[in-house]
């Protein structure tokens, strides 16, 4: 193992930072190497913005449900997927909108869009955590996607996806235990025999109770499949495709 | 600049492989770091299903519109998005399809599951290139989704999203210079003026022109936003939706 699969295996999210600020020559490292990841055909389909004024994490941090870290990180990026760039192209070069709609307003774009932000934002991560910041990816922005972008004036076809926290780490934290790999990594073809599956959930069922047993003195023993089910019993921002419909992304 | 930072900005897609294979120890290696990325709520909503049986890399290859490297490459991995793997937790757990399907049928579970499966997919990406491996991403499995799905028997709520060719690069490749970080990254809020975006695509077009120019001794000096604008206007893989909606993943 060389040491950056070291650093990649080290990762665990971090969620208390110090005073510390992230600064200039640092912002342009993680963003450089954001920029650095793969992209699909060349689109380029996200942007990213930077908070660093306290009142607008403040906000940010009530509308993700209350994220005590998003108003306390020295630096709040936010990976938005960014279609609107995309039409702007068309427009530099006289193609109009009847040219355009279908795919900007298509399931396949919207999809090139978010995996372009992911890949970026991964990249992001491993960047600042390479110069011993931590970081906290926030799915929360979702919840209030309207207030949000309002706050970050985003522009019809540009919706702001996640936000990641970064700083320096002021408390340690734990890596969570991941599925054993042969629950994630098939050969040649998906599993065919399902009791395969489920008897390596079950063995990681065992692993995550005792993870949780140990962080709280036997007062948790969740199993991971229980905490997969209830969340699935339990829909969240199931307005997410009417957000994305105002937008003027429709998912066609 | 760190090693680690230095190694991101030198990515670059690798389209040619020598015959030396990928050895378990790292594609354990590089499935570990995919693992060890950020998942949304603790779902691993992603299985990487690993290829290396020649006829079936040269179906696939077939499939995504002539990729000889699909086909030439000692390693195809492909990412999926797995809300069976959800599901299937759901059900151990006594909880029926009725109380899940809001959740696995939304755009929200949609969108949680490619940006897993991306974030995972980059810390792949870098992980191999970390051995001195070279990759390349492959969308044009989205092209004949129905043909891949059936060769990879990936069951209903399972989807292949993208590949990843690995292998020991044959030829080295020009890293294509990014947009400039002041067109992606913007602070506080989205830019506000219209004309600061435009400015940077022009300035970007000519950096993008004189690469094209210097590659192909004059013969082709593309724009950017020509290209993206040609692309937009070429509606692709329209029929993303109805397949999603056909393997039980109609994003509500």
């Not at 990213?48 to 004024?53: E, H, S, V």
């Not at 995996?115 to 209030?144: P, T």
Request: net charge neutral; aromatic share 6%; with cysteine.
């Amino acid at each position: 193992m060389n040491e950056i699969i070291g650093k990649l295996l080290e990762h665990r999210s971090i969620r208390s930072y110090t005073a510390q600020p992230v600064s200039e020559e640092q912002i342009r490292a993680i963003v450089g190497s954001a920029q650095a990841a793969s992209t699909s055909s060349f689109v380029q389909a996200y942007t990213i913005i930077g908070i660093k004024d306290k009142a607008r994490r403040t906000r940010l941090s009530e509308l993700a449900g209350n994220q005590k870290h998003v108003e306390d990180c020295p630096l709040l990026l936010i990976f938005c997927l960014d279609l609107h760039r995309s039409e702007l192209c068309a427009a530099m070069e006289g193609i109009g909108p009847d040219r355009t709609r279908d795919s900007l307003e298509s399931t396949e774009q919207y999809t090139v869009g978010v995996v372009d932000a992911a890949l970026a934002a991964q990249n992001a991560a491993v960047a600042a955590e390479s110069m011993g910041l931590g970081i906290c990816y926030i799915g929360g922005l979702r919840n209030k996607p309207r207030e949000v972008a309002e706050l970050l004036k985003t522009p019809e076809r540009v919706v702001p996806l996640f936000g990641m926290t970064v700083g320096y780490p002021a408390k340690p934290s734990a890596a969570k235990p991941r599925l054993p790999l042969e629950a994630v990594y098939s050969e040649e073809t998906y599993w065919t025999e399902e009791s395969e599956i489920r008897g390596r959930l079950e063995k990681y069922n065992e692993v995550i109770a005792e993870y949780y047993r140990e962080r709280t003195g036997g007062a948790r023993a969740e199993r991971w499949t229980e905490q997969m089910g209830n969340r699935l019993a339990k829909p969240n921002r199931l307005d997410w495709k009417d957000y994305l419909a105002s937008r003027k992304l429709p998912l066609n």
